[in-house]
């Protein structure tokens, strides 16, 4: 059992007028096999809590933690924080022109584990994942992210997820961008994740269409930079037919 657990966040952003305070003062625990769903309104700062957790250094952490099984992830690096067993799907995954998505997935396999995957059985691996996400075989061998749809980042990312087997995952808005079917086949990836590891999920999202496919043991409404509100997932069905207006001062 593994807890990743974040006390007391605040968390500053760079613009060109200096410093502007985004998160201020989040607390928020997820335990393995937990799935919470943060929802919000935009500008509401859920994408720079995800970022601030995985170590981007545009966020500029003030004050507070994020521990993970005792140990804090803000005093480790970004390949640390991944080795400790963090994982982040983009909400708007990069192009990395020059290397193929089958030597992207296996030099991060390494770098997690400490060695390299025995290669037949990770050639198994990987082509029993992209068939379950419903890939193309030569999907692999082209560029990671260059030139792939919405749809195709986001398959990726849940493809790296199921690889790389990590503790906990952050999902920034993976639904963003994605039809129903895609939408689907990315929710039973991440569901297929669930059945066959114990990894903690924080699923951040603005609707409920993934809870559809997706079933949160916690959702938390996030608002100006702080969780306003937590309940069950009875709470995301009163989000959909309400709305944030009750949540947001009177202008």
Do not use: C
């Amino acid at each position: 059992m593994s807890t990743l657990e974040i006390r007391d966040l605040h968390v500053d952003v760079e613009t060109p007028d200096g410093p502007k305070k985004i998160l201020r003062g989040v607390d928020l625990t997820v335990k393995s096999g937990e799935t919470h769903a943060l929802m919000g309104p935009n500008g509401s700062g859920k994408s720079t809590l995800a970022y601030a957790i995985a170590g981007h250094p545009k966020y500029a952490v003030t004050s507070g933690e994020v521990l993970l099984d005792g140990d804090n992830l803000l005093e480790m690096s970004v390949d640390e924080r991944a080795r400790a067993g963090m994982f982040l799907a983009m909400q708007y995954p990069v192009e990395v022109p020059g290397v193929t998505v089958s030597n992207f997935l296996r030099t991060a396999k390494t770098a997690i584990d400490g060695k390299a995957p025995a290669l037949r059985q990770w050639v198994s691996d990987v082509r029993g994942t992209m068939e379950n996400l419903r890939m193309d075989p030569t999907f692999a061998e082209r560029n990671v992210n260059e030139g792939f749809s919405g749809g195709e980042k986001k398959r990726h990312e849940i493809l790296q997820m199921e690889l790389l087997q990590p503790k906990f995952a952050v999902l920034d808005e993976t639904d963003s961008g994605l039809d129903v079917d895609a939408l689907r086949v990315v929710s039973e990836g991440v569901n297929r994740v669930k059945d066959n590891t114990d990894v903690g999920v924080l699923l951040i999202t603005h609707y409920t269409r993934i809870l559809r496919y997706i079933t949160p043991d916690y959702v938390h409404v996030f608002v100006n930079g702080q969780v306003a509100e937590q309940g069950g997932p009875e709470l995301a069905e009163r989000l959909e037919a309400e709305g944030y207006d009750r949540f947001l001062a009177p202008a």
